[in-house]
């Protein structure tokens, strides 16, 4: 019940982890539940559309793009986005072969936005 609570309060997994191992004293959320946290949620229909590294990388690509509207001229910040979005490439690329995303889901970072925000 306590995972579900924390879920229903817009934490995330690596949240969830860190809580219970930090104020609950479990050392293993697996062990604990002989499963992974991402299993116990997707069998109680909670886990998120977009898996939480994906969702990070997304953001960060949203603060570099922001950034690079103000610093037309860096280059270095230019080459993190390029790393970046190669990485959400692999990343999507991975989760539509594991199938946990659609098969006709796309990046597109103008869109994308809505999904993170």
Known sequence: MLIVKLVKENKTTSQIGILLRDQYGVPDVKLALSKT?????????LLKELPEDLTALIKKSIDIRKHMEENKHDMSAKRGLLWTESKIQRLVKYYKISGRLPLTWKYDPKTIRIYVE
Not at 37 to 45: G, R, T, W
């Open 37 to 45: 946290l991402s299993a116990f949620l997707k069998e109680k229909s």
